[in-house]
């Protein structure tokens, strides 16, 4: 008897060898179980998978984890094909997200629970806590007791497994299933269909008259491909009317060719119907498949987080088809218990308790930058410094605790062998795990390494020396004040005489523009004035004061020898630089002669500054901003920066991949918000003597009207309140005169006699008698 078709090589390495003999054969070969990528219908062309490709869950696993933002994982496998084979895939999709693979951790079959828990140790022993573990279902049950038991199921750490763990949820003991609680899960989506559920109805029956002792469970999917391609066989057998016979061939030393193998192949991935497990059609030979279902295992159950489709990424609910939206964004899911039972999404990597301390290469600097010192009790490193006081407070703001220890690069070795590039590589070859101090950030540094956000000033700039400058051409008197202050004050001339104008009745006859600026700028002198209104000119008067002290000491003041670094190049100066940083190579960038490029040290600056270029010194120093800080904090009224290129800063350096880095970079843009950035530079860099780091940078040589706003503010209003004052006098006066004048003229008509007295002053006798009095003009 002949066997004219194989179903059910259950395990890969099964499927390899028997779909070799299969292909010799000519007789197809079919599997519902066998997952790894190894096996394919370009290697084996009589080997049709009826269940999916490992390969096919890789991008729902990586859309996962770019999701949550984790940097690092670790695969967690058994040292077999099937557990072996998903890993290339993995890693290629994982890099393309930039996430690190920083190690593999592989089980061997035959492995012992003890010999589980020490490789569970070692990945304590690591600061990665993202989990994928890829393995058989009893190997996946092993693994989860023996990481309950050491304590990896906690708050913290992440799990997730693929469908080969996935799929077998729930034929699982209740105590495995505790253990996993937490995980998350990837498996294939089986739509739910009337079909589906009689089947499992009549499953759980058949199952339950078999095993009257067992609790009955609910058919895995295994149960499902299994049907699909027993019915797609028959089908395929139907269409090309050949007779499938069971037994052993009895030929002796050769394999015998099945005729109608070929045929049988090809009726076989034409087959098309909707299966229990989905739509059933084999694509060279392989199961396609729709989508995939995240779960999160919770308690003795799962619950539902979302789904992953080719076309559009994850989502809540199972979008159409047809949509093209992509989606790999955090919203789009729901919310996950993690380990712990928590619902705060862990970061991924943590220091570990029972790890070494993360080692912090420190390297001898200024000592304001960073000064390095041993423990002469303890033998240990010491460190202190702006970088040191930075990089400290940063660490004591991050959520969790990192402990760390300082160790000294270059000890012993003369400055000049001790280079930057060199230290910042130390933390490339894994010397150190973060590199402190006045690094500048660079391009070709950050090649090997990452670097946070700078913590100090970007920028490079010139150092040069300040020289008073008195201006005595003729247009000295326009220079010191701005157009729109200009204006201000001819408004200001003409707003007070217009005051005084108004206030002076007796010479309002005068009413030219001539006589209000006199009145402006002369009339305290004038003592034919009212006292409010010689007030009003006192103010007046002493604002212009004010303005003529202050442009006198604004024509006089300092100004930097060098603006532009392009005219040291035209006169063939000479130009310091702080030796053994990049600033030479950016001086020879700016196509200075190298001949005309000195080295200097920072103690150096002054000395080589006050020579000059034509006496062996030079003419600028170009140096980078936190350098020229420290050097004029200590000679504030001598030099002044001018600023030329922008740099990034100084930065502290950290391992490829680090998680570290956007957690410091967070503390330090914290840190920057505030005030205890500024604090920490004030402690290191300003020098009590030079407070006043504002009297280093050039400023404008004009003032404008900002500057003086407030004093013309109170003058205006001393002005007008003047007038308003002088205004309800002059109304209060002139209400009580007319007051009097009624008063005796009613008292002269209560006698009832005719009285002649000499008409007082500004009146006269009416013609009966009466007195009538004018009223008076109110003068001041």
Same mark, same amino acid.
């Given at each position: 008897?002949t ?6 090589p ?6 390899i060898m028997?779909?070799?003999?299969g ?6 070969v079919?599997s519902?179980?066998?997952t790894s ?5 370009l290697n084996?062309?009589?080997f049709a998978?009826a269940?999916?490709n490992d ?5 729902t ?7 949550y933002?984790?940097?690092?994982v ?7 094909d &099937?557990?072996?084979?998903i890993?290339?895939y993995?890693?290629?999709s994982?890099?393309?997200?930039d996430?690190q ?5 592989f089980i061997s079959i035959?492995?012992?629970?003890d ?5 569970l140790?070692k ?8 989990f994928?573990?890829?393995?058989s279902?009893?190997?996946g ?5 023996n990481a309950k038991?050491v304590g990896?199921?906690s708050?913290?750490y992440?799990w ?10 729930d034929?699982f003991?209740s105590?495995?299933?505790r253990?996993?609680s ?8 089986v739509p739910?269909?009337?079909e589906l559920n009689?089947f ?7 199952f339950q008259e078999?095993?009257?002792?067992e609790m ?10 299994a ?7 028959a089908?395929?057998?139907e ?6 016979q069971s037994?052993n ?8 060719v099945f005729?109608?193998?070929?045929r049988l192949l090809?009726?076989?991935l034409?087959?098309k119907f @909707? $299966?229990?497990? $989905?739509?059933?059609e ?18 003795q159950g799962i =619950?539902h987080?979302?789904y992953?489709r080719?076309k559009?990424?994850?989502s809540k609910?199972l979008?159409?088809a047809?949509?093209?939206t992509y989606?790999t964004?955090?919203?789009d899911l729901?919310p ?7 619902i705060i999404v862990?970061k991924g990597?943590?220091?570990?308790v ?5 080692r912090?290469?420190?390297v001898?600097?200024?000592?304001e930058?960073i000064q390095?010192d ?5 033998g240990a490193?010491?460190?202190s410094g702006y ?8 660490i004591k703001?991050?959520?969790?605790s990192v402990p760390f220890e300082?160790?000294h690069?270059?000890?012993?070795l003369p400055?000049t ?5 060199d230290f910042?590589f130390?933390?490339?070859?894994g ?5 402190i101090?006045?690094i500048?950030?660079?391009y070709?540094?950050?090649?090997y %390494?990452?670097?946070?956000?700078p913590y100090?000033?970007s920028?490079?700039?010139?150092i040069?020396?300040?020289k008073?400058v ?11 004040f701005s157009?729109?202050l200009?204006?201000?004050c001819?408004?200001?001339?003409i707003?007070?005489?217009?005051i005084i104008?108004?206030l002076? @009745?007796k010479i ?10 006199q ?12 006292i409010?209104? =010689? ?5 007046s008067a ?5 303005l003529?002290i202050?442009s006198m ?5 300092l100004q930097p020898t060098v603006t532009?670094i392009?005219?040291?190049?035209k006169?063939?100066?000479? %130009?310091g630089y702080?030796?053994?940083s &990049?600033?030479?190579?950016l001086l020879l ?12 040290s920072?103690d150096?600056f002054?000395?080589?500054l ?5 006496n $062996?010194g030079v003419a600028?120093?170009?140096d ?7 050097f004029?904090a200590k000679?504030c009224?001598?030099y002044?920066?001018?600023p030329?290129h922008k740099?990034?800063? &100084?930065g ?7 998680p570290?880095?956007s957690d410091i970079?967070?503390?330090?843009l914290?840190?920057?918000d ?10 290191w860099?300003e ?5 006043d780091?504002?009297s280093?940078?050039?400023g404008?040589?004009s003032?404008?009207?900002h500057?003086f706003?407030e004093l013309f503010t ?5 002005s007008?309140?003047?007038?308003v ?16 004048t009624?008063?005796e003229?009613?008292?002269?008509q209560e006698?009832?006699?005719t009285?002649?007295?000499s008409p007082?002053e500004g ?7 009466t007195?009538?009095?004018r ?6």
């Amino acid at each position: 008897m002949t066997v004219e078709a194989i179903i059910g090589p259950q395990k890969s390495t099964q499927a390899i060898m028997v779909s070799q003999i299969g292909n010799k054969s000519q007789v197809p070969v079919i599997s519902f179980s066998a997952t790894s990528p190894t096996l394919s219908s370009l290697n084996v062309p009589y080997f049709a998978r009826a269940t999916i490709n490992d390969t096919t869950q890789v991008k729902t696993i990586t859309s996962l984890i770019k999701a949550y933002g984790w940097r690092e994982v670790v695969p967690i496998y058994e040292d077999t094909d &099937f557990g072996r084979g998903i890993i290339p895939y993995l890693a290629d999709s994982l890099q393309e997200i930039d996430v690190q693979i920083p190690y593999h951790s592989f089980i061997s079959i035959s492995s012992t629970n003890d010999q589980i828990q020490k490789e569970l140790y070692k990945l304590q022993t690591m600061q990665t806590r993202v989990f994928i573990v890829h393995m058989s279902s009893s190997m996946g049950s092993a693994l989860f007791l023996n990481a309950k038991n050491v304590g990896m199921m906690s708050e913290g750490y992440v799990w997730i497994m693929t469908n080969g763990v996935t799929n077998m949820i729930d034929s699982f003991d209740s105590s495995v299933i505790r253990a996993m609680s937490g995980a998350l899960g990837v498996r294939l989506y089986v739509p739910e269909t009337e079909e589906l559920n009689n089947f499992t109805t009549r499953w759980k029956n058949r199952f339950q008259e078999n095993n009257p002792q067992e609790m009955s469970s609910e058919p895995s999917i295994y149960v499902f491909w299994a049907y699909d391609t027993i019915y797609a066989l028959a089908m395929a057998v139907e269409n090309v009317g050949v007779q499938i016979q069971s037994g052993n061939s009895t030929t002796s030393g050769h394999l015998p060719v099945f005729p109608n193998g070929p045929r049988l192949l090809q009726s076989l991935l034409h087959i098309k119907f @909707p $299966g229990l497990s $989905g739509n059933f059609e084999l694509i060279d030979g392989q199961l396609q498949y729709s989508a995939f279902e995240i779960i999160n295992v919770i308690g003795q159950g799962i =619950r539902h987080i979302g789904y992953w489709r080719e076309k559009q990424g994850l989502s809540k609910q199972l979008l159409d088809a047809d949509n093209n939206t992509y989606s790999t964004s955090l919203q789009d899911l729901n919310p996950v218990i993690w380990p712990g039972e928590t619902i705060i999404v862990p970061k991924g990597w943590a220091i570990p308790v029972s790890g070494r301390k993360l080692r912090v290469g420190v390297v001898s600097s200024f000592s304001e930058f960073i000064q390095v010192d041993k423990d002469p009790l303890t033998g240990a490193t010491k460190a202190s410094g702006y970088a040191v006081d930075v990089f400290e407070q940063a660490i004591k703001k991050l959520p969790y605790s990192v402990p760390f220890e300082y160790q000294h690069f270059g000890a012993g070795l003369p400055s000049t062998l001790v280079t930057y590039n060199d230290f910042v590589f130390q933390v490339y070859l894994g010397n150190y795990d973060v590199a402190i101090g006045d690094i500048t950030i660079r391009y070709n540094r950050m090649l090997y %390494v990452d670097f946070s956000m700078p913590y100090t000033d970007s920028g490079v700039a010139m150092i040069v020396p300040v020289k008073k400058v008195e201006h005595k051409n003729a247009s000295i008197f326009f220079k010191p004040f701005s157009f729109y202050l200009w204006l201000a004050c001819i408004g200001f001339v003409i707003f007070t005489g217009i005051i005084i104008w108004i206030l002076e @009745p007796k010479i309002r006859k005068s009413n030219h523009l001539g006589v209000i600026l006199q009145l402006s700028l002369f009339a305290y002198q004038r003592e034919d004035l009212h006292i409010y209104s =010689r007030i009003v000119a006192i103010v007046s008067a002493g604002v212009l004061l004010i303005l003529l002290i202050s442009s006198m000491l604004t024509v006089q003041n300092l100004q930097p020898t060098v603006t532009d670094i392009n005219d040291l190049i035209k006169n063939g100066d000479y %130009v310091g630089y702080e030796g053994g940083s &990049f600033i030479e190579g950016l001086l020879l960038q700016h196509h200075f002669d190298k001949s005309k490029i000195r080295s200097l040290s920072l103690d150096n600056f002054a000395q080589a500054l006050d020579k000059g270029s034509a006496n $062996g010194g030079v003419a600028a120093i170009v140096d980078e901003v936190p350098y020229i800080k420290l050097f004029l904090a200590k000679h504030c009224n001598l030099y002044t920066m001018i600023p030329i290129h922008k740099s990034e800063g &100084f930065g502290f350096a950290f391992k490829k991949g680090s998680p570290l880095v956007s957690d410091i970079s967070q503390a330090i843009l914290n840190m920057s918000d505030g005030n205890e950035m500024m604090r920490i530079e004030k402690t290191w860099i300003e020098d009590q003597n030079c407070q006043d780091s504002s009297s280093n940078n050039v400023g404008s040589n004009s003032l404008n009207f900002h500057s003086f706003w407030e004093l013309f503010t109170l003058t205006g209003a001393i002005s007008i309140s003047l007038f308003v004052f002088a205004i309800i006098l002059r109304y209060q006066k002139s209400h009580k005169s007319t007051k009097v004048t009624h008063l005796e003229s009613g008292s002269s008509q209560e006698g009832n006699e005719t009285v002649n007295p000499s008409p007082p002053e500004g009146g006269h006798v009416s013609s009966n008698g009466t007195t009538v009095t004018r009223a008076r003009t109110c003068s001041w």
